[in-house]
């Protein structure tokens, strides 16, 4: 099961910050926290992820609280374009070594005009 | 496109039809991964390759699933006896190593009818 729990779906004005929230919780010390985004019919997309500093990139800041149970993700003007479902994952270990995803259902962002 | 590559993009199948998606990985990331997605859900880990070796496997595999990697490079992930709750579009992902980012191909979806 997802460790993670976000907002089924959030709007948001073309041009103005998206904050998107995350709780994960029960997350251990050495795991990631990572943001995905699937736009309709397509592959997900890799956005960025971090451990415990707030991290930024051409797409997103990833902001974690301190004590690691929540974050938040910022597209800081957000287009038309960013509208997709965006997925918290908390990247675990898993018996085979995989450390694969484990998606949940996400948040629906639809950016507005 | 040095992308994952994931083919056919599109397939449709009579019930009971055999189907084969292959999947090229990132070149040199010898971790590979098959994912599957229904439509309103988050994708579901399938299974994972390392290298050759496949490592690991969910329960949603059944016995009609099978998947390999052969040489370590491309994989083939075959279903035999489709049923139409196979419908669905399988994901196939790829990382170079350990906690390095995991990137996803666009996807084959599968229509069984």
């Known amino acids: 099961d997802a460790k993670t729990t976000q907002p089924t779906s959030m709007d948001c004005a073309e041009g103005r910050a998206a904050n998107l929230p995350c709780n994960h919780s029960t997350i251990s010390g050495n795991e990631y926290v990572y943001w995905y985004r699937q736009i309709h019919s397509q592959g997900p997309q890799y956005i960025i992820h971090g451990l415990k500093n707030n991290e930024t990139n051409e797409m997103a800041s990833l902001i974690i609280t301190e004590d690691r149970k929540s974050s938040t993700l910022i597209l800081p003007h957000a287009t038309l374009r960013d509208t997709a479902v965006y997925y918290c994952i908390v990247r675990v270990a898993s018996e085979g070594g995989s450390e694969k995803l484990v998606f949940g259902k996400g948040t629906k962002l639809t950016v507005n005009p | 496109d040095t992308g994952v590559s994931q083919d056919p993009r599109h397939k449709i199948t009579k019930r009971g039809q055999n189907v084969t998606f292959r999947c090229d990985p990132i070149?040199?990331?010898?971790?590979l991964y098959w994912y599957r997605q229904t439509l309103g859900q988050g994708p579901e880990f399938l299974t994972y390759?390392?290298?050759?070796?496949?490592?690991?496997k969910s329960r949603l595999l059944s016995d009609r699933f099978s998947a390999e990697r052969p040489k370590g490079s491309f994989s083939t992930l075959e279903i035999q006896r489709t049923e139409q709750g196979d419908s669905a579009m399988y994901l196939c992902a790829s990382s170079l190593a350990r906690r390095n980012t995991i990137y996803f191909g666009e996807g084959s979806w599968l229509t069984v009818v």
């Open positions: 390759f390392q290298n050759e070796a496949q490592l690991e």
């Open positions: 070149s040199e990331h010898n971790r």
